[in-house]
């Protein structure tokens, strides 16, 4: 039998890193990664013949659980019309119906096939529509890897930003403007120096790319104050949030209406998907009924869009505040066994995703999830992973619990938790 080790190293010789997206990899937690021969609702089944419950969850799509029926079935359906068209087609019109129904900023809305695809479309849009060329996002909040996006501060200049990679110029970062999540001070200083510049801010309206961290009251309802006084755009970022923390996404949940929205992950049922939309006016800059820039040969994917059709449908019946209760006392158990061990932990969540941070202090911005204590995580990572609980494979990362997970997968993974040594 080909096993994971196996297949890793066969990988490495003709796929960098062996992975085609570098968490995978679970460098940060100094092991290798298991690859997956199938999954199935919560479970994941590896190349070595091991069962784990599953709270990746392909980083969060699968909020029904793997191999959905529902979705099965549409998929089934629409691959016997064949897989692509490069032409309009129904389903396009289904799933966007479905979105602007649902969230109450999106009027208009346009397929991409992933969720950087959508975020960097939106600035570009943003940019266009206001004429303006900076962009606020926060430390720690991801938005994709489009260039502009891939700043964090720079040593010495405090906001403004530097490249996070080599091969981003720094002068297409230069309009790239940050701020630490939820500090509107710090916001409003850079609109009070910069405002007439910027033509939108971006942010994950819960964050979840360092690990989750909750909006604070009145920051979400500042950011939309600000930028309306100063005539830019407020972009949500609900590539996770979408259809997660409530149906109706964050601005649902929070009643703050943003002026676009950027989706994927669940939108697409576990295939390759994007989109951004928002109010009629500022979308209908977007060619060809606008002057702004954005194509896609495979965007409105019939595949794609069937799968996210039966997602959103399955998921309206769904009771999301069920699945919040026992996402609670995953999140509060696991928090509870690890404390009687004698470590320093906080558990942020909301909904169906949480994270827990090795500190003892609470986690409100990237500066203090930095504080998590990464050597107590790994121990925790590879301790459960050996007990068939698989986790992300980084602390700063949100685990997904999901409508598949039984009370038992849950009683389970306390039982791991329990038996972990520090
Ligand atoms: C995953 C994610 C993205 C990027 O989506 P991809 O489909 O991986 O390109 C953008 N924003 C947020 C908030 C995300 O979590």
């Not at 961290?213 to 009145?218: A, D, K, M, N, T």
């Amino acid at each position: 039998m080909t096993n994971s080790k196996e297949l890793f190293a066969l990988a490495q010789e003709i796929i960098p890193g062996g992975v085609n997206s570098p968490v995978r990899a679970c460098k940060s937690v100094k092991t290798d990664p298991l690859f997956i021969a199938k999954a199935d609702g919560a479970y994941v089944y590896t190349e070595d013949g091991q069962k784990y419950i599953d709270y990746v969850m392909s980083w969060g799509p699968m909020l029904l659980g793997h191999n959905h029926p529902a979705v099965n079935k549409a998929l089934h359906e629409a691959v016997d019309k064949g897989t692509s068209y490069g032409a309009p087609c129904k389903a396009e019109i289904d799933l966007a119906r479905a979105i602007v129904d649902a969230l109450p900023g999106v009027e208009m809305v346009r397929m991409v096939n992933s969720g950087t695809e959508a975020t960097m479309s939106a600035l570009r849009l943003a940019r266009g529509y206001t004429g303006r060329n900076k962009v606020v996002k926060f430390h720690g909040c991801y938005h994709g890897h489009a260039d502009a996006f891939l700043a964090s501060a720079g040593s010495g200049v405090a906001t403004l930003s530097i490249p996070g990679t080599p091969g981003v110029p720094e002068e297409t970062v230069k309009h790239t403007l940050l701020a630490e999540y939820n500090n509107l001070d710090e916001v409003k200083e850079l609109f009070a120096r910069y405002g007439e510049d910027i033509a939108a801010v971006f942010v994950e309206p819960v964050a979840g790319n360092m690990g989750v961290v909750l909006p604070e009251e009145g920051f979400l309802q500042g950011l939309r104050q600000i930028t309306s006084e100063y005539g830019a755009l407020l972009v949500f970022d609900e590539v996770i949030t979408g259809f997660r923390v409530s149906f109706n996404g964050a601005q649902g949940l929070y009643g703050v209406i943003p002026d676009l929205t950027c989706l994927g992950k669940i939108i697409g049922g576990g295939l390759p998907v994007g989109a951004y939309g928002g109010k009629k006016e500022i979308m209908s800059r977007i060619a060809p009924c606008g002057d702004v820039y954005q194509a896609g040969t495979l965007s409105g994917n019939p595949l794609a869009m069937a799968a996210g059709l039966a997602t959103i449908n399955t998921l309206k019946s769904m009771d999301y505040e069920l699945l919040a209760q026992k996402t609670k006392e995953l999140a509060l158990g696991l928090k509870d066994i690890l404390s009687e061990k004698g470590v320093p932990v906080q558990v942020n969540l909301t909904a169906s995703m949480f994270t827990l941070f090795f500190t003892s202090e609470p986690v409100k911005d990237f500066t203090s999830a930095q504080k998590s204590d990464q050597e107590l995580f790994i121990k925790f990572y590879n301790q459960m992973r050996e007990q068939g609980i698989y986790l992300a494979p980084s602390g700063f990362e949100c685990a997904f619990n999901s409508f598949a997970h039984t009370e038992e997968d849950l009683e389970k993974t306390l039982d791991a938790a329990n038996r972990i040594k520090f």
